[in-house]
């Protein structure tokens, strides 16, 4: 029954989708009110279709329903539940149906918030963010169908990949990566609704912004989440790698990062505006640059799944998202710009923004080539390449610190023209501050070039951002008399998307920090250990206590126990282990992490013999990594904060 | 219509198309080139333990030299097969040899002492045992038979079909 119950869901939602993909440009056209609401029902059918679609694929995976094709492939009766759950987006077929249903429910809720608001605008916005539901629950019903029925079903499955069961983080991490590339389409259609009616009001722009902040935190999240797992997961003690998929993640994010400022620069100054356009559309050409990538098979990476049939066919619809884009921008652009606009000079903070803006694409750009690079290579010259890490890491590293340096300045200068000693007067103490940084970081015998000027720039970027978080509070106090711990809440509350930017903006320093500690100062060894012996490494005493092997349903693992003691402290037991899956021949392992707020001890285990009691670690101190799980928190927080809607309408209401 | 944004988003986006349309329909583990059927060229390295090996010296017998880095993801996903090759193939009399492309020893260190490895690596400094087999990128795998003459390159991970189709043919 499910498969056909299935099918049937998600052919209702592909109808209702074009439907409404119609309607909504028709009702931009006419701007006729009826045609808008039956806009806003398809969209809600579109999103109730494959919301069930998707539960009773969930169903059909929970009961082991192996007459239905994608469970014949992901599940297995001894997959523990939560992972059963999550198998949804462990493979192909069921990834895709996990961004069509994303996608409709961000449908319904855009329809559901446009209801009453900017009726030039949100019925072209919703015909554009249909049509894109249209392409992918095409994809759903057609070719990565996972409801197809198996005609003669077995009574067990391979079960989901192996690496992505091996941790709580899978949980979470692809969905919020596809919360944040899916909802990428929102601002898309908004971009486009924006070139179809030729007009940008304030109102609107702001929308715009709003509804990019949500998948912008959302991505933000999706791959901070996806380096934690892959250090807690992957065994070799890092977060990042450059690889294609974690760049096709990171591509769309800096694009739409760059939007976020140069739409504040659109909204005081009238300036950028088809600048600001083009990066919203960029940013959602990038997710779907970013799937094609992971889903294709053209790349190699850890990430991609098989050769499919799903390549050409994406490719075809990126290449038409492409050239609508293109010449939708190209024909409309010179409607939105006003003529007369003229930038301030080059000490103004409308300026820092621009400086801001070609930081972010050229960091875009770099990004782009490396990934792209070796395909380009290979159909020129038929070799393949890996441009790898140290390409990465050598153009990346004077980006970042130039990003830095401008995250200091910008918030400092004010906008429009500046006076020379007014400049100096808001530098002075981050200038102070910075030298004092750096001649700390000499003391301290911290010499590497590139940790002592991120912890410099951190510091000016920090300091600055402090100041711009409390003097608005401080003056207040000073002008009302009011205790200041209740001005500063006055202030941030009435002004929350400056206070959530900065704040957002504390998150970036201490992610800086975290990576430049962690990256330079990391320290590693291998050693091996006989059981009862002790070794010691960068302060911490390692004694290996046992081994034991623990069997479940799907896998067994072999455990070594060890205890750890830090500067003659106990610390407790680590005990990593190597994983044997079923259907399987290598070892996955799961390593220990003890975290501490000064530095993370990172054991994962090489090889145990148990008959010789012999058992050999592969460790690594890295200091401050918990910092940059906690700065993925603030900056979290940072854009709940900007991005949470205003009061004041409520008030009036 | 503005045509300088037409041009700029055209010059950017048709590339970007074309290379990865011309992506498709090339399995990209399989290149022809132009070394193969020419003499292997030799070289004298030493080992990340600090022993001496020489290609001259393994002559006689077929040799598998594989460039790989620990930055590269495509090298984690070939390490297996060569694992199993060289378990499978060793005792047959062929040579596995590996060579560290733009890496640190100590990452590799750690990597094989996680990995295994039946095989010695070598280093390469200032890379030049790479250029001379023109390494462009990493994985790239030489199979060289027991005249010295490289029979096949592989560029990106070999599969398992095709490291045992070609060390069959070489035995």
Known sequence: MIPELGRGAVLLGLAACSVGAVTGMWAGKTGREDVWRWTRIAAYVFAAAITVATLLMEYALITHDYSVKYVAEVGSNETPLTFTIVSLWSSLEGSILLWAVVLAVWCAVFAYSMRDKHPDHAPWALGCILTVGVFFTFLVAGIANPFERVPNPLDNGPGPNPLLQNHVLMIIHPPALYLGYVGMSVPFGMACATLLSGRMPTAWARAIRRWMLVPWAALT??????????????????????????????????????????????????????????????????????????????????????????????LGFLAVALLVSVVLLAARVDLLTVPDAKLAGPWSREFAFLGNNLLFSAFTFTVLLGTVYPLLNEVMTDVQISVGEPYFNRMSVPICMGILFLMGVGPALPWGQTEPNVLLRRLGTPIAVTAAIIAGCLAMGIREPMAVMTF????????????????????????????????????????????????????????????????????????????????????YDITYTGTERIDEPHRWSRVARFDVLKDGQPLGDAEPRLNHYKKMNQAIGTPTVMTGLDEDLY??????????????????????????????????????????????????? | MNWKVLAAGLVISAPLVAILAAGFGRDPKLRSNALEGTQAPMFDLQTLDGKAFSLEGARGQPTVVNFWSTWC?????????????????????????????????????????????????????????AIAYGVAGVPETFFIDADGTIVRKVSGPVSQEVMVSTLEQML
């Not at chain 1, 760059?258 to 990066?279: D, N, P, Q, Y």
């Not at chain 1, 592969?618 to 009061?647: C, D, H, K, Q």
Request: aromatic share 12%; hydrophobic share 45%.
């Open chain 2, 73 to 129: 993801q495509p090298c984690k996903i070939e390490h297996p097969v060569l694992m199993q090759a060289a378990r499978a193939y060793g005792p047959l009399g062929v040579n596995f040899v590996a060579v560290l492309y733009q890496d640190e020893t100590s990452k590799a260190r750690a990597y094989l002492k996680q990995s295994g490895s039946h095989w010695p690596t070598l280093e390469d400094p200032g890379g030049r045992t």
């Open chain 1, 456 to 539: 410099a720039l951190s510091g000016f970027a920090g300091v600055v951002t402090l100041r711009e978080l409390v003097d608005p509070g401080r003056h207040r106090a000073r002008a009302l008399g009011e205790p200041l711990m209740k001005a500063l809440m006055t202030t941030w509350r009435v002004g929350h998307r400056r206070a959530g930017g900065y704040i957002v903006h504390f998150g970036v320093i201490i992610i800086a920090v975290a990576i430049a500690a962690s990256s330079v100062y990391r320290s590693e060894a291998e050693m091996t250990l006989r059981e009862g012996q002790t070794k010691s490494f960068m302060g």
């Open chain 1, 221 to 314: 999240v999706g791959i901070i989440l996806g380096g934690w797992w892959s250090y807690e997961v992957l065994g070799w003690g890092g977060y990042w790698a450059w690889d294609p998929v974690e760049n096709a993640s990171f591509l769309p994010w800096l694009t739409a990062t760059a939007f976020i400022h140069s739409s504040m620069v659109m909204e005081r100054k009238e300036h950028l505006k088809g600048w600001t356009i083009a990066l919203v559309m960029a940013s959602f050409l990038l997710t779907l640059l970013g799937t094609f990538m992971t889903r294709s098979g053209v790349f190699n990476s850890v990430h991609s799944f098989t050769q499919s049939p799903i390549g050409p066919v994406f």
């Open chain 1, 603 to 653: 054991l994962s285990l090489v090889q145990v013999d148990p008959e010789a009691k012999m058992a050999s670690l592969s460790i690594v101190v890295e200091p401050l990594v918990w910092w940059l799980w906690f700065g993925g928190g603030v900056m979290l927080l940072g854009s709940i904060i900007a991005g949470w809607p205003s009061n004041r309408r409520r008030k009036v209401a």
